[in-house]
């Protein structure tokens, strides 16, 4: 079965360093999506991209905060300078079409900030 | 965003039917059911979804009010691992997004 792949599974970074989270989407996946989930908290959207562009985003999503498919393949989120409480698990989804409401979430990636 | 309504915890016996309850009072014409589970800290998982009729897959059914209101997903035969947080959430057709809430933690206890 296809499954979309994440990196790293865990990374730990000193605040205010640059992190970037990788996903591979399922191939013929077209909507791309970044979740994170806090420690014992609920599942948290962050933003959404289709045909190379950002199109939804909530209110984490600030400056610090930047998504892009540089290759065709790859999904990445990267922070530009992370604070403590960006330490969360980031979950990359995708979507086949508009007509469907299945999203495919990867095994996360755990970001440990200190 | 809370259209849904879920109690915050369930056990159930291993082998017998998980009836996982959700409300959800407020729903439009266009808005389907769609239920995802979350094992321990892995990422979120699609079990089912539907709109008005009743729906049947591999992993459960899903059973919808006839008002809509409310929808209950049925784990036929519970196993340990089917031990989750079990998300029910509402979805406007052609919706870009999903929206989590806080979920039923379903305990299957041996």
């Known amino acids: 079965e296809p499954e979309v792949t994440q990196t790293p599974s865990h990374q730990v970074t000193q605040m205010g360093q640059e992190v970037i989270l990788r996903c591979v989407p399922i191939?013929?996946?077209?909507?791309f999506y970044w979740y994170r989930q806090i420690l014992g908290q609920k599942v948290e959207f962050l933003v959404s991209?289709?045909?190379?562009?950002?199109?939804?985003k909530s209110e984490i999503f600030d400056d610090q905060f930047s998504v892009e498919r540089p290759d065709g393949s790859n999904f990445t989120l990267k922070i530009r300078s992370t604070k403590l409480e960006d330490s969360a698990m980031y979950f990359c989804a995708t979507r086949l079409a508009a007509n469907t409401g299945e999203l495919f979430f990867g095994e996360g990636s755990r970001l440990t900030v200190l | 965003d809370a259209k849904t309504t879920q109690p915050t915890s369930m056990d159930c016996a291993e082998g017998r039917a998980a009836n996982l309850p959700c409300n959800h009072s407020?729903?439009?014409?266009?808005?389907?059911v769609y239920w995802y589970r979350q094992i321990h800290s892995q990422g979120p998982q699609y079990i089912i979804h539907g709109l008005k009729n009743n729906e049947t897959n591999e992993m459960a059914s899903l059973i919808i009010t006839e008002d809509r209101k409310s929808s209950t997903l049925i784990l036929p035969h519970a196993t340990l691992r089917d031990t989750a947080v079990y998300y029910c959430?509402?979805?406007?057709?052609?919706?870009?997004?999903?929206?989590f809430g806080t979920g039923t933690r379903l305990t299957v206890i041996p």
């Open positions: 959430i509402v979805r406007a057709s052609g919706a870009n997004n999903l929206f």
């Open positions: 191939s013929n996946h077209l909507y």
């Open positions: 407020t729903i439009s014409g266009n808005e389907y």
């Open positions: 991209f289709y045909n190379n562009e950002i199109s939804e």
